[in-house]
């Protein structure tokens, strides 16, 4: 089935550290991928859509210059924390949808990113 | 816009009995419905999803989920709980028309399955 690779899986780290994370479709290609934010004990809460090729749509309250993402291929989507403090420690999800399926495909899931910010 | 309600923080269960997950959604459109399920530190691993068809659906591990328009829910359900059950349960939902939007996701529901 569809694999999407998340990487690092945890990460802890100085405030005012900038920290990427790495999201890759292995075995198919997605034109989007979708970045996620989850806090302990509590739903995912949808931060940005990265299309391949253009600007990612954010969510309303996630600021765009704080959580940079590039989305150059398709099967990478990278996700930069900068400038990192610890209100930004979370569990990190990426996402994507495979190219060739329409809306009804369901989207395969990284196994996350735990950021820690001291 | 869209919306998913899962009521419940939390359902125990003792192994071998009968399991439901609730989950209720709002969506303008028609509704493509999902139920994943996260182990501790993990992604999302999916389960089953609703598009059109059969209102009783059948995914892995055992689990199905019927969809009843007329209540907007689609609960998940199992016959025989096993331990390896326990983890968290997310119910999801998208607009049919979006081809390029994002699961909305409801706040999870905890399930623990006690031997």
């Known amino acids: 089935g569809a694999v999407v690779s998340q990487h690092p899986s945890r990460v802890i780290c100085k405030s005012g550290t900038s920290v990427k994370i790495e999201c890759r479709s292995l075995?198919?290609?997605?034109?989007?991928m979708f970045w996620y934010r989850q806090f302990p004990k509590k739903s995912l809460m949808l931060m940005a859509t990265?299309?391949?090729?253009?600007?990612?749509?954010?969510e309303q309250g996630v600021e765009k210059d704080k959580f940079l993402i590039n989305h150059a291929s398709l099967t990478l989507s990278t996700l930069t924390v900068t400038s990192a403090h610890p209100e930004d420690s979370s569990f990190y999800i990426c996402?994507?949808?495979?190219?060739?399926?329409?809306?009804?495909?369901?989207?395969?899931f990284g196994d996350g990113t735990r950021l820690s910010i001291l | 816009a869209q919306s998913v309600a899962q009521p419940e923080d939390q359902v125990n269960v003792a192994e071998g009995n009968p399991l439901t997950v609730k989950c209720t959604y709002s969506?303008?459109?028609?509704?493509?419905l999902f139920w994943y399920v996260q182990y501790p530190n993990r992604g999302l691993q999916f389960l089953l999803k609703y598009i059109t068809g059969d209102n009783l659906v059948k995914g892995s591990y055992g689990f199905e989920a019927e969809f009843n328009k007329s209540q907007t829910s689609f609960h998940l359900k199992k016959p025989s709980a096993l331990v390896s059950d326990s983890a968290l349960y997310f119910c999801a939902v998208r607009d049919g028309k979006g081809a390029g939007t994002a699961l909305i996701f409801g706040k999870g529901t905890t399930l623990s399955v006690s031997s």
């Open positions: 969506v303008s459109g028609n509704p493509y």
């Open positions: 990265s299309n391949e090729g253009s600007k990612a749509t954010y």
């Open positions: 996402s994507a949808r495979d190219l060739q399926g329409v809306s009804n495909q369901p989207q395969h």
């Open positions: 075995d198919f290609q997605a034109t989007t």
